[in-house]
């Protein structure tokens, strides 16, 4: 049967001479595998086909799908949306690429969550077209809702009585713990703003350190670590640091 569900391109690998398969996280599915023929044909058809399947982009696509099968087909495609800046900023490139890495290791079965999709896919919107506080602010805010989205909310909140953020418990203690998976002080006074926002243009009104990003993004990377099994180690968080440095 055919399906119509947006899609995030997540990987795309060459498959023969002329086609690629691809990963896409689904708004209907999950993360799928996909076949898709003759994109990298030289013919005047094919000629710039293979870019609807660089990582981060948004797609509406008409799919066929049998879950028994680990690669089905897509029958149709095209822009869900067309970006103006990630694929050319490498600033904004690099952020989409830290999101799209940490979906590829956060997720680990075909499930479909669609609260999950419409937030990485806002994700991006505002990414594209937001300031350089906001863009740097994104990173921070991705990881921190991604947990939330995928089960560990972080419990509790910064205060006097609970200064100290549990990476290992998710919640606001008293006192440090005897683990070494914690912040405090700055850094989980910093992790109680960003769990305050709704809306991303709130972004724009948090002004953070080069330094304190650094340490916050590291945080959060063990903070989902500890909760998701074989979660890895993200290559973009190297090149991410260095964008904004």
């Not at 969550?113 to 906001?134: A, H, I, R, W």
């Not at 002080?185 to 724009?204: C, G, M, P, V, W």
């Amino acid at each position: 049967m055919t399906h119509k569900t947006k899609g995030i391109v997540l990987r795309t690998v060459k498959y023969g001479e002329t086609s690629v398969i691809t990963t896409v996280y689904t708004e209907l599915f999950g993360i799928q595998s996909y076949i898709v023929k003759g994109v990298r044909q030289s013919t005047k058809k094919s000629s710039g086909k293979a870019i609807y399947f660089q990582p981060a982009a948004l797609l509406d696509m008409i799919v066929y799908h049998n879950e028994f099968k680990n690669l089905n087909f897509i029958k149709e495609y095209q822009w869900g949306y067309l970006y103006e800046n990630i694929l050319f900023d490498v600033v904004k490139n690099t952020v989409a690429m830290y999101v799209v890495e940490m979906l590829q290791h956060s997720l680990k079965q075909p499930e479909a969550n669609p609260e999950l999709f419409y937030m990485v896919e806002d994700t991006l919107k505002q990414l594209d077209k937001g300031s350089v506080t906001l863009t740097a602010n994104i990173p921070l805010y991705f990881s921190l809702h991604l947990a939330g989205e995928l089960g560990f909310r972080i419990q509790g909140e910064f205060s006097s009585a609970t200064p100290v953020f549990d990476l290992q418990e998710g919640q606001f203690v008293e006192d440090k713990p005897l683990h070494p998976y914690y912040v405090e002080k700055l850094l989980a006074s910093a992790t109680s703003q960003l769990l305050s926002i709704n809306f991303y243009n709130d972004l724009e009104n948090l002004h953070f350190s080069r330094g304190t990003r650094q340490d916050l993004i590291k945080a959060y990377q063990n903070y989902i670590a500890l909760h998701v099994n074989d979660f890895g180690e993200i290559k973009s968080l190297p090149i991410l640091q260095e964008i904004f440095s």
